[in-house]
């Protein structure tokens, strides 16, 4: 499901409109039943009289009652036909409310963004399988993952993909593997990880993730709108705008992005999924938030249990809107429900402590802190 939108993004379904709708597929679904009911009652009926009928009464029920019978059951049939396009037609529009009852206002969007231009409030989205070339892959919104077949290693898997026009652009050298920068513009993923079956993200064109600040600004604020009505993490959200403020939550949510993901000061250099080889998996969006699984490898962790909550594709995490509601979901998970502001509060004294708890890498500290800066000296107050 694809919609082309203007420079304004919008999804307002008011919830009067899902109830009619609902009670008119109701409606329509009974009419329905009623119609195929007696449908099959003047069907079942005529076969039984014509069946138990002697060859006098035969002739009787043929020249008298065939007409009858045959308009009654076209007509019933016909009502139920009816109803069941009625009622299936308003049943997708509650299904499409129910999916997309956030209300989402987005303004002065750049309109060329492919961000700009895509159904992200897709929910329940069913992966595609595509097998190209005896090669298999996995279309998930904007991101595509490739199937590891024996043999493979990088270069010839970046080789096989750039034959195919929409992954021609692979041919340039910098997604080519290059251990130096850690292949941040690439598949990111070490050599020996690869494994026949793996299911490996291939990067999405670098100029088209590209985002700026002031576009990924109002993106944020909506992901924070949109989780204060969340009914899983609304009332934490809300809490926490209430103690810090809207503008210090946006604020620190660019200073991580900036800190993962950027590149010359937009959003966009760095690959949106990266394999982390301590917990073999994989982390997604322009916050790299880990898709891990505990200990026991069934258990979801706190990062893979907020992005099931939220109903959300790997694929779909690489919007902005949908990255924020994860980035908010995860410290919510992470911190056990308790009170998550103390992390939305960047000190030179707490910076330290808040990416210790993030990423765990001490020489992110000043990153972090100097993007903040950098954001919250920008931003309007």
């Given at each position: 499901m694809r919609r082309e939108w203007p420079n304004k993004i919008y999804r307002e379904i008011e919830s009067s409109k899902s109830k009619q709708r609902f009670n008119k597929a109701w409606k329509h679904l009974k009419n329905a039943w009623k119609g195929l009911r007696e449908f099959w009652k003047w069907t079942l009926w005529g076969i039984k009289n014509i069946v138990d009928g002697?060859?006098?009464k035969l002739g009787e029920i043929i020249g008298e009652r065939k007409s009858k019978i045959t308009n009654v059951a076209r007509r019933y049939l016909l009502r139920t036909l009816i109803g069941l396009s009625v009622a299936g037609y308003a049943w997708d529009k509650v299904v499409d409310y129910v999916w997309d009852s956030d209300k989402n206002k987005i303004e002065y969007v750049d309109e060329n963004s492919i961000w700009a231009n895509e159904d992200y409030f897709v929910k329940g989205?069913?992966?595609?399988?595509?097998?190209?070339?005896?090669?298999?892959?996995?279309?998930?919104?904007?991101l595509?993952?490739?199937?590891?077949?024996?043999?493979?290693?990088?270069?010839?898997?970046?080789e096989k993909i750039s034959k195919i026009p929409e992954f021609s652009y692979l041919k340039n050298d910098i997604y080519g593997w290059d251990k130096s920068c850690r292949n941040i513009y690439s598949f990111n993923i070490p050599p020996k990880d690869l494994k026949p079956w793996l299911w490996i993200p291939i990067p999405m064109q670098k100029e088209k993730r590209e985002v700026s600040l002031d576009d990924f600004r109002k993106y944020s604020k909506q992901a924070v709108n949109d989780m204060m009505n969340n009914e899983i993490y609304?009332?934490?959200?809300?809490?926490?705008?209430n103690k810090v403020g809207e503008k210090k939550v946006v604020d620190v949510m660019l200073a991580f992005a900036l800190s993962e993901s950027s590149e010359n000061g937009k959003i966009w250099g760095v690959t949106f999924h990266r394999r982390e080889n301590h917990f073999s998996a994989f982390s997604f969006s322009p916050f790299h938030i880990l898709m891990e699984k505990c200990?026991?490898?069934?258990?979801?962790?706190?990062?893979?249990?907020?992005?099931?909550?939220?109903w959300l594709t790997e694929g779909q995490t690489y919007h902005p809107i949908n990255a924020g509601k994860l980035f908010?979901?995860?410290?919510?998970?992470?911190?056990?429900?308790k009170d998550i502001s103390p992390y939305f509060n960047i000190t030179e004294k707490t910076k330290g402590k808040i990416w210790k708890k993030y990423n765990g890498l001490a020489s992110y500290w000043d990153k972090l802190y100097n993007n903040y800066k950098k954001v919250s000296s920008k931003s309007k107050r």
């Open positions: 002697t060859d006098e989205y069913q992966l595609q399988n595509e097998v190209i070339n005896g090669m298999h892959f996995r279309k998930d919104v904007w595509t993952f490739y199937r590891v077949e024996k043999w493979d290693n990088l270069s010839s898997i970046r609304g009332e934490k959200i809300k809490t926490l705008v200990a026991d490898k069934k258990t979801p962790g706190p990062w893979l249990k907020a992005r099931q909550k939220l908010l979901a995860y410290w919510v998970e992470k911190m056990n429900w």
